[in-house]
Structures are given as structure tokens and as C-alpha cells.
């Protein structure tokens, strides 16, 4: 775990969905495989998704299905929305909400997902109390890595409070740039192979390995 000075607790936190909270990737790869052979089309090999999780949803369905892309879309959607109990939260992740919802930290999520999917799986991993916004796919002018959904989410919570108090807690390039973009600091879930490159380039208040570790680093604060 690495970090830089945090002095205080934020004002507010704002969260990816997909592989930050969500252990999502098998269950993505699993619904891009389904779509794949549906279409005709090979399933992916082995970490072969890796180069494709979570890229904005208009560059990843042209670049995955080519011409079917909007078919694709339809028949992902439907494997989402029949599957989405399947879906599970990282480890220990419950506990760090709590750290921030029994402060009185207003939370919300700012994904590439769409909205509709993630509040369907929100429901069914029981987490939909602790997130007063929802920011999905297409819903700001651009999606991640531009800060638009970020600057929207914070738009309809009213919050007023300067960047710099706000968190944003991300496991991609898209959401370190999300926050550098806003001036948000980052809190970086690692576990990508350019994981060093990317903590050199945008450089996050704090990188952690698991949410044990973050939850002794904010509680030390």
C-alpha cells in the first residue's frame, strides 16, 4: 500500500462499479462469451477480456463485434439483467462503506455500466442504501476516462464542497483520469498488470491491494 499525505476525511465519495466494488470480471467475461458464440463469433481466450474491461461502451461493442455491435448490445443485455444475482462484492468491501456511511459520508457510483444494470445488481448484493447517485453509460456528454460523469454526479447531489475533498475510488486508467480531470484525489484498488505506470502517471492519495487495507488507512486518519 502506498500513499500520500491525507489529513482529514472527504466530504464525499464517489465509486466505480465494475471490479472496484463489484468482483465483476468473471461474470462480464462470461456474459461477453455468451454474446460471442451467440453471434457467431469465437469466445474470447484465456485473459483475453483483460484489454477490454472497462472501456467506454461505444469504443468496447465497435471494437469487439465489429458490424453486430448493436445486436450485441441487446444480447448482452438480456444475459445482465436474467444473471445479475450471480454477481458478488470484492472482499470486505461492506465494511469500508460503513466506515463512510456512519460518518454521514454521502456516497454514489460513477460507472461505465449502464445505470439500469448496476441497480439491478445493486439490489441483489444488498448495497443500494449505502449510494445516493447513480451515474452510468451515456448519461453525461462523455463517458470515462472524461470527468463529465463525475462533474454531473456531483451536479445533482447539489454537492458544492471543492474538488480536493472529494474521493474517487477507481480501479482503471478510465477512473484515475475520471478524478485527475476533476481534481478529485484517487484511491486506487491495484491488481492490473501497468499498475506501476499508471501510479506514475496519475498519482492517487492512496494505492491499496485489498479494502483491509484501505479500511486501516482511513481509520488511522
Not at 448490445?73 to 469500508?96: D, G, R, S, T, W
Not at 484511491?187 to 496519475?202: M, P
Amino acid at each position: 500500500m502506498s500513499q500520500s499525505n491525507a489529513k482529514k476525511l472527504p466530504e464525499a465519495v464517489f465509486w466505480d462499479w465494475d471490479g472496484t466494488i463489484a468482483d465483476s470480471y468473471s461474470f462480464l467475461n462470461d456474459a461477453h462469451n455468451h454474446t460471442l458464440v451467440k453471434l457467431g463469433f469465437n469466445a474470447f481466450e484465456e485473459d483475453e477480456y483483460k484489454a477490454y474491461f472497462g472501456k467506454p461502451r461505444d469504443v468496447l461493442y465497435p471494437t469487439i463485434y465489429k458490424e453486430k455491435h448493436l445486436e450485441a448490445m441487446e444480447i448482452f443485455q438480456e444475459y445482465v439483467f436474467e444473471n445479475a444475482h450471480n454477481v458478488q462484492v470484492l472482499p470486505h468491501v461492506k465494511p469500508v462503506l460503513e466506515f463512510f456511511a456512519d460518518r454521514g459520508i454521502p456516497m454514489g457510483i460513477v460507472s461505465n455500466k449502464k445505470a439500469n444494470f448496476i441497480a439491478e445488481e445493486l439490489r441483489h448484493t444488498g448495497l443500494a442504501d449505502f449510494f445516493q447517485i447513480l451515474i452510468g453509460a451515456g448519461e453525461a456528454q462523455a463517458d470515462k476516462p472524461s470527468g463529465a460523469p463525475l462533474r454531473l454526479a456531483l451536479e445533482r447531489t447539489s454537492i458544492t464542497t471543492p474538488p480536493e475533498n472529494i474521493w474517487y475510488v477507481g480501479d482503471t486508467e478510465n477512473d484515475l483520469a475520471c478524478a485527475n480531470d476533476v481534481g478529485c484525489p484517487a484511491l486506487f484498488l491495484k491488481g492490473h498488470a501497468d499498475t506501476d505506470a499508471l501510479l506514475q502517471k496519475y498519482p492517487p492519495l492512496i494505492s491499496f491491494d485489498n479494502y483491509s487495507q484501505l479500511r486501516e488507512f482511513l481509520v488511522a486518519i
